[in-house]
């Protein structure tokens, strides 16, 4: 559930390391709405994952997490509802994509030891601490420069061209 | 301590005295290529303000020519662009056009100690040229194009350092394979590639490094400057620029050593390029339904020059379909009577060359639909795996459908020296495509001509089912007064 501050308690899935762009948004749906494209995610590898995901659950996963394309995997993501990715290691291209997308990540080492699938999670992105409510534990993560978790809370890069007026709106959603 | 390649360059931009990992910083932006991807009707916002158009470069080369109703209607949407902010340098369907990251080094659009940002995540490629490239996300372009700077989070360097000459049928591949499989992947870090191996090694052998990088997961790859890197830029613009090295005491996470002398052919098995890296034996006698050259890691002439090699005089084995296509556009600086430099341009134009999957990467799932087997590989005779499912091959098949060594086919004493950074008339008479090239383009300027890779003129039935570029030549005045030959054509085989 979103709290205020970027805090975020809520279920948590695991991925394994290396996740790439590939599996969360497949190279044939390039002309496919966001939405149309959000529903394809994890298709190859985990059938049916898409109707399980409530809005607000926590992804966790592995090292290097959205290596591959510039495609809008992050979007797809924040479309499925869910709150936030936390990773052992994150690809800089998916990195600067979630941000950009305003869906909230963080590396954090230990992660994926920590967690297993159902856990709670309690992420804190202005603490940069994830805590596991059921066993306790609570990790550090990589804090996020201030400038980013702006940039995050002003909706990412296109809410803030769209402010300025330097870009006009879409008509579909993000 | 000094900084690495990529910090000095940042601190440089950034305007500070020294930057270190772990650093926010925000930087102008020399050059933004959008490429058509960007302009998915569903995925484009319409840019109302654009402050720089000449920083920007527009090429359509993912969906070129587009092969179907929505990709006509991205085109549109990237012309409407060009027109609107009257930007110059764009490369439609035509002679200009080839996948970007091509065109960035055969316009020479990336500088030395420059930077550039591309929404296409193989860009890192331009990281050839000691310039600081990267693949950013759709909305960072924008950002970029519209308010000429962008942000980095400093990252950790790794610096290669090469060493020695790749032996027979050994590729620039075969070296990354060798990195990725031992190291793993480089996740938030920048790579930086130097050493004396830079003496015997072309752009475009370097270049498949870089644009490789992309596959360790890497933020920034680079290349040490050398005179080799120089010739290439001179020969193509009469920009400034400055080169930068790093400092010899930088704080690099790690120096590792690669003996290009001791590398060996290599297959990354299918679903991922990371540690998964084997000797080309433990996939041999695999059977080959599909092969695939080309892509903008392994798709130049040098690459099909040295496929070449292996499929000479051979033909392609009924079962297996064999798919060439060319990452060029590439324009070939040569001189002239007058001795004023030229520009020649290759264009591969086959029907269906630029839409194709680029292969340089692999995932479960790739294609979303089946369960496929992708072996990445270099250029030349190597395979994949048709137990299941289909298989793609990326390289080039050759006699039989199996999987081969490629040395055991490799006819050359090594790879072909095609000196494409050289446009003196010495080494262009070296080789014998470019004094083709050369010499019938001077005689029937608008006539064609038809050549074979790595061979002679000469068409012999023997030769049915090798490799065949077909090319034409065009003649026409720059705006600027002078004689541009353009050199079009398509890659397919001898029938």
């Not at chain 1, 591959?68 to 709150?83: E, F, H, I, T």
């Not at chain 1, 590396?107 to 994926?112: K, T």
Request: proline residues 5%.
């Amino acid at each position: 559930m979103w709290l205020f501050d970027m805090i975020f308690e809520a279920r948590v899935w695991k991925f394994p390391d290396n996740i790439n762009t590939d599996l969360i948004i497949p190279s044939g749906s390039i002309y496919l709405s966001a939405q149309e494209q959000a529903r394809l995610a994890f298709r190859a590898s985990r059938p049916g994952w898409v109707d399980e995901v409530r809005p607000g659950d926590i992804m966790i996963a592995g090292r290097n997490f959205g290596m591959g394309s510039s495609r809008p995997a992050a979007r797809s993501l924040k479309l499925l509802g869910l709150s936030c990715v936390i990773a052992e290691s994150i690809n800089g291209l998916m990195f600067r994509n979630c941000i950009n997308y305003a869906f909230p990540a963080m590396e954090c080492p230990g992660i994926a030891a920590a967690f297993e699938e159902g856990d709670v999670a309690r992420v804190d992105f202005s603490a940069a601490t994830v805590r596991n409510t059921r066993s306790g534990t609570t990790l550090t993560a990589r804090r996020l420069p201030p400038k980013l978790l702006d940039l995050l809370e002003a909706g990412g890069i296109y809410a803030l061209l769209e402010k300025q007026g330097i870009i006009e709106p879409l008509q579909s959603a993000i | 301590m000094g900084m690495t390649l990529t910090e000095k360059i940042l601190a440089r931009k950034t305007g500070q005295a020294k930057v270190s990992p772990g650093d926010l910083v925000t930087v102008d932006v020399d050059t933004v290529v959008f490429v058509d991807t960007m302009f998915v009707p569903t995925r484009w916002r319409k840019i109302k303000r654009l402050d720089h158009p000449e920083r920007v470069v527009v090429v359509l080369d993912h969906r070129a020519p587009s092969p179907d109703r929505q990709g006509a209607a991205t085109h549109q949407i990237a012309r409407a662009f060009v027109e609107q902010f009257g930007i110059e340098r764009f490369h439609d369907i035509g002679y200009d056009q080839g996948i970007s990251h091509q065109l960035v080094a055969d316009h020479a659009y990336a500088l030395p100690g420059s930077l550039l940002v591309c929404s296409d995540s193989h860009t890192g490629s331009a990281g050839v040229f000691n310039c600081l490239a990267r693949g950013v996300g759709v909305p960072d372009v924008v950002y970029a194009a519209t308010q000429g700077e962008t942000w980095f989070i400093v990252g950790e360097t790794i610096r290669y350092v090469m060493s020695g000459r790749l032996p027979r049928a050994v590729t620039m591949k075969d070296a990354f394979l060798q990195i990725a499989g031992q190291y793993g992947d480089h996740t938030n870090t920048n790579v930086e590639y130097g050493g004396p191996a830079l003496a015997h090694l072309s752009i475009s052998a370097r270049k498949t490094l870089t644009t490789m990088s992309t596959e360790l997961s890497a933020d920034f790859s680079i290349f040490d400057p050398d005179e080799i890197m120089v010739d290439w830029i001179r020969a193509r613009t009469n920009a400034e620029f400055e080169c930068f090295h790093p400092d010899a005491d930088a704080g690099y996470r790690e120096v590792r050593k690669v003996d290009l002398g001791a590398l060996q052919p290599l297959v990354a098995f299918p679903d991922s390029v990371i540690e998964n890296s084997k000797p080309v034996a433990a996939a041999a006698g695999t059977r080959i339904d599909q092969a695939f050259i080309g892509s903008c890691a392994n798709g130049t002439l040098e690459d099909l020059a040295l496929a070449a090699q292996v499929v000479r005089g051979r033909r392609v084995d009924k079962r297996v379909r064999l798919i060439v296509t060319p990452r060029f556009a590439e324009r070939i600086p040569c001189r002239s009577r007058d001795g004023h430099h030229q520009h020649t341009r290759k264009c591969g134009r086959g029907r269906d060359q630029f839409d194709v999957r680029r292969l340089r990467r692999d995932a479960h799932g790739n294609t979303g639909r089946e369960r496929d087997l992708h072996h990445v590989v270099d250029p030349q005779l190597q395979g994949t795996d048709g137990r299941s499912g289909r298989a793609h091959l990326h390289g080039v098949s050759g006699h039989g459908c199996g999987v081969r060594d490629p040395r055991r086919h490799h006819r050359s004493a090594g790879i072909p020296e095609l000196n494409m950074n050289r446009h003196d008339a010495k080494n262009a008479k070296r080789n014998k495509i470019y004094r083709h090239d050369a010499e019938k383009g001077r005689e029937m300027p608008d006539g064609a001509v038809r050549i074979q890779i790595g061979s002679s003129l000469r068409l012999s039935p023997r030769l049915r089912g090798s490799i065949c570029v077909c090319l034409s030549w065009r003649s026409r005045r720059t705006p600027q007064g002078g004689i541009e030959k353009n050199l079009g054509g398509g890659c397919g085989f001898l029938t």
